[in-house]
T-cell receptor, first 109, second 119 residues
Framework: GQNIDQPTEMTATEGAIVQINCTYQTSGFNGLFWYQQHAGEAPTFLSYNVLDGLEEKGRFSSFLSRSKGYSYLLLKELQMKDSASYLCATMDSNYQLIWGAGTKLIIKP | GAVVSQHPSRVICKSGTSVKIECRSLDFQATTMFWYRQFPKKSLMLMATSNEGSKATYEQGVEKDKFLINHASLTLSTLTVTSAHPEDSSFYIC???????????????FGPGTRLLVL
């Protein structure tokens, strides 16, 4: 079967670092995506990993381990505007996205 | 680059009427467009995948006669909700994926979404 797990909600402090984990089991694998979705808005693309390792993009980094079926999104120097849901999605063998339920990140001052 | 627009952003209609939502890729050609719906505090649900010039592929449980999809060109796809009912009220979001060989072949870029309220 196909399954993606990520925590439902996380809380962090402004200026701190937070890591959002995602584990997956999918039929075929053509990469893993992270999207950010603010309440009432559509998702925006953050990162795409298809090879093992860490991809850094400014304050955001994404890590993938294909052998472990595991990824994480690392957010540094948290800002209040980072309060949003973070969606993990894998691309299966048919190039379709399989979505996690999302992690709601709450940033406190 | 990779901007997707959606129109309208909000629509309120009476039960029984039809509503058309447009999705356009503004600065790239999209071979494939996707239509999602999302209920409050719920995950995205894929409704259908549409390839330019061919019939859309609907996900299980999505009525193709109710949700008509047309992908007439490489930059435009439309979703028509026919005979809308209050239970069709939702946030409808389209996404687009570019042409083969482009730098962003795999990535889906999302439109801003259309909030539909059926009275």
């Amino acid at each position: 079967g196909q399954n993606i797990d990520q925590p439902t909600e996380m809380t962090a402090t402004e200026g701190a670092i937070v890591q959002i984990n995602c584990t997956y089991q999918t039929s075929g694998f053509n990469g893993l995506f992270w999207y950010q979705q603010h309440a009432g808005e559509a998702p925006t693309f953050l990162s795409y990993n298809v090879l093992d390792g860490l991809e850094e993009k400014g304050r955001f980094s994404s890590f993938l381990s294909r052998s472990k079926g595991y990824s994480y999104l690392l957010l540094k120097e948290l800002q209040m505007k980072d309060s949003a849901s973070y969606l993990c999605a894998t691309m299966d063998s048919n190039y379709q996205l399989i979505w996690g339920a999302g992690t709601k990140l709450i940033i406190k001052p | 680059g990779a901007v997707v627009s959606q129109h309208p952003s909000r629509v309120i209609c009476k039960s029984g009427t039809s509503v058309k939502i447009e999705c356009r890729s503004l600065d790239f050609q999209a071979t494939t467009m996707f239509w999602y719906r999302q209920f409050p505090k719920k995950s995205l649900m894929l409704m259908a995948t549409s390839n330019e010039g061919s019939k859309a592929t609907y996900e299980q449980g999505v009525e193709k006669d109710k949700f008509l999809i047309n992908h007439a060109s490489l930059t435009l796809s439309t979703l028509t909700v026919t005979s809308a009912h209050p239970e069709d009220s939702s946030f409808y979001i389209c996404s687009a994926r570019g042409l083969a060989g482009g730098p962003d072949l795999e990535t889906q870029y999302f439109g801003p979404g259309t909030r539909l309220l059926v009275l």
